[in-house]
């Protein structure tokens, strides 16, 4: 079992990146979904959505947020290890 590269490195952050883009992206709209549902709660009127569809919504965009971590996770673990 030889140890990985730097360049083998170099080339599974390169090819991670757009999985990691995503995870982010999917953070950040949990987290603007989640401040939606709670002004929304706050106001007691729906902005655009119930508050309860808005933390559905939540958790659906952490599970994709989940999903994006772990491919990347999987994705370096076979990469690193030969």
Same mark, same amino acid.
């Given at each position: 079992? +030889?140890?990985p590269? *730097? &360049?083998? #490195?170099?080339?599974?952050?390169?090819? /991670?990146?757009?999985?990691? #883009?995503?995870?982010?992206?999917?953070?950040?709209?949990?987290? /603007? @979904? *989640?401040?939606?549902?709670?002004? +929304?709660?706050?106001?007691?009127?729906? *902005?655009?959505?119930?508050?309860?569809s808005? @933390? *559905?919504?939540?958790?659906?965009a952490?599970? &994709?947020? /989940?999903f @994006? #971590?772990?491919? #990347?996770?999987?994705?370096?673990?076979l990469?690193?290890t030969?």
């Open positions: 079992m +030889s140890a590269t *730097l &360049a083998d #490195r170099k080339k599974a952050i390169e090819e /991670v990146k757009p999985c990691a #883009r995503m995870e982010d992206v999917a953070w950040l709209a949990a987290v /603007v @979904f *989640l401040l939606l549902g709670i002004v +929304s709660d706050v106001i007691d009127k729906p *902005l655009g959505l119930e508050a309860t808005w @933390f *559905l919504l939540v958790i659906g952490m599970l &994709a947020a /989940v @994006f #971590r772990l491919g #990347r996770a999987v994705y370096w673990y990469i690193t030969k």
